[in-house]
């Protein structure tokens, strides 16, 4: 009979449950004081540490370091918070059955991932006032693209956020966290996200195809030289496409 079940039966469109992930996500991240904390403090160390040592290392440019660096350490957030948080919160939500129970909701698996990066991009937001305001406040003057800023944020969160689920979706919760961090490290290190992909010499090229190497390239093109570096958008757009394919594919909710 027409009318006898209020609401309606049946799933919400597609928008608001991925909304509804997001909110959810997001306050959980926030609630979370330590990965807070980590997102935004290693970022700085390396911010200040990077200063210090710019009188011993040759970083390629005859500007201040500060105009250097700081769009390399947005980057390094955008990747510590994107990749690794995911990667590691995502891992013991499937020990504990959270996304098995996700698994019985009509979110689907692309659902999830659109839940997690708008979650992601409301962190960032935070990470972007606080490392951007210490920023400024030790000299640094960007000169800003700002399409080329937005389309950084959200298609390095894109890439990296689905190359943490990838991880997350097929591995145990311990070699997840052990994976994470490993790689986490090593693309900090020779990534190509903090420095220039230019000071890797011969392996230049190879760093740039990186995802960390074009997040890096793409923050600095619209941060320190105030244009949009396409060619790097167009390398986080296929890391993206490539791993979010992977991983509705691959993705087991338990």
């Not at 948080?85 to 659902?111: D, Q």
């Not at 693209?145 to 990296?160: D, K, P, Y």
């Not at 490993?182 to 693309?187: D, G, Q």
């Amino acid at each position: 009979m027409s009318g006898t079940f209020t609401p309606a039966p049946g799933s919400a469109p597609l928008s608001q449950q991925v909304r509804a992930q997001a909110g959810m996500e997001a306050r959980l991240m926030m609630r979370n004081g330590e990965q807070l904390l980590l997102a935004i403090v290693i970022p700085l160390v390396v911010l200040v540490g990077g200063l210090y040592a710019a009188d011993r290392v040759d970083l390629g440019i005859s500007s201040d370091p500060i105009d250097l660096l700081a769009p390399g350490v947005l980057a390094l957030a955008v990747m510590s918070t994107a990749f690794t948080a995911v990667a590691i919160a995502t891992g013991f939500e499937r020990r504990y059955g959270v996304i098995k129970r996700l698994g019985a909701s009509p979110l689907p698996r692309h659902g999830l991932l659109l839940g997690k990066v708008g979650a992601l991009l409301v962190v960032e937001a935070v990470q972007v006032v606080v490392i951007g305001g210490a920023a400024l406040a030790l000299g640094w003057r960007p000169d800003v693209a700002v399409v080329g800023v937005l389309l950084s944020a959200v298609l390095g969160t894109m890439a990296f956020g689905a190359l943490g689920l990838l991880i997350a979706g097929v591995m145990r919760a311990e070699a997840t966290l052990a994976l994470a961090n490993l790689v986490y490290l090593l693309l900090m290190a020779g990534g190509g996200v903090v420095i220039p992909a230019s000071q890797y010499g011969p392996a230049s090229e190879f760093v740039k195809l990186l995802p960390s190497g074009a997040l890096g390239e793409s923050f600095r093109a619209s941060l320190l030289d105030g244009h949009t570096d396409w060619a790097a958008l167009g390398v986080l757009m296929v890391w993206a496409a490539v791993a979010s394919f992977l991983t509705a594919r691959t993705f087991r909710w338990e």
